[in-house]
């Protein structure tokens, strides 16, 4: 699944290498990245995938020091392929 995540961090020389690295120990992709700085903080909007639930992966980056804020665009969140439900075949007797 893709997943456009926003967040607001403290300017600092590591911030964003923090970022990156959890992301990637998580087993997620990056896919896109833009980053701006001001008034001593960095906007960073990234846009990653991965199978994994993103939890796994927000709950990690909440734990930085660096991070003020945290926002999962909800409008974002799509899945790379459709899966067929599996059926059963039941033994009829």
């Given at each position: 699944?893709?997943?456009?995540?926003?967040?607001?961090?403290?300017?600092?020389?590591?911030?964003?290498?923090?970022?990156?690295?959890?992301?990637?120990?998580?087993?997620?992709?990056?896919?896109?990245?833009?980053?701006?700085?001001?008034?001593?903080?960095?906007?960073?909007?990234?846009?990653?995938?991965?199978?994994?639930?993103?939890?796994?992966?927000?709950?990690?980056l909440?734990?930085?020091?660096?991070?003020?804020?945290?926002?999962?665009?909800?409008?974002?969140?799509?899945?790379?392929?459709?899966?067929?439900?599996?059926?059963?075949?039941?033994?009829?007797?």
């Amino acid at each position: 699944m893709h997943y456009q995540l926003n967040l607001l961090l403290t300017d600092s020389p590591a911030a964003i290498e923090r970022v990156l690295q959890t992301t990637r120990y998580r087993g997620f992709t990056l896919h896109q990245c833009e980053m701006q700085t001001a008034s001593g903080e960095i906007q960073l909007n990234m846009q990653v995938s991965g199978e994994q639930p993103i939890h796994l992966l927000t709950s990690q980056l909440s734990k930085l020091y660096d991070l003020l804020e945290l926002v999962l665009d909800p409008s974002s969140v799509r899945v790379n392929r459709l899966f067929e439900p599996q059926v059963d075949a039941l033994a009829v007797s």
